[in-house]
C-alpha cells in the first residue's frame, strides 16, 4: 500500500510517500514506521509525530489501531495542524 505523509510527518520522515508491505492492521503499520529513524528540523521523531496523528485509510477517517488494512490501497499519515 501507498503511505503517504503531511506536514510534520513528512518533515520526520524525509519522504511524501513510499511504498509499505506487510502490516495487516493500522497499529501494525504505526508500530513499523515508528522504528524508522529521523527526525523534524525540531527534533521531534517520526514515532512521536505518529502519536498525535490520524490517518485516512482509501479515505476513511480512523484512529482505530485494530484497522484491517487487508485489501487497502493507500493510508495517509496527517498529524495534527494549524488552520483546520
Partial sequence: MQVHYFAAARAA?????EEINGPQTLGELVEELSRIEGATAAGTSLA???QR?????DGESTSD???VLAGAARVDVLPPFAGG
Avoid at 520522515?13 to 510517500?17: F, M, N, S
Avoid at 496523528?53 to 485509510?57: A, G, K, M
Fill in 13 to 17: 520522515r524525509g519522504l511524501a510517500e
Fill in 48 to 50: 512521536e509525530v505518529l
Fill in 53 to 57: 496523528c490520524t490517518f485516512l485509510v
Fill in 65 to 67: 489501531s485494530g484497522y
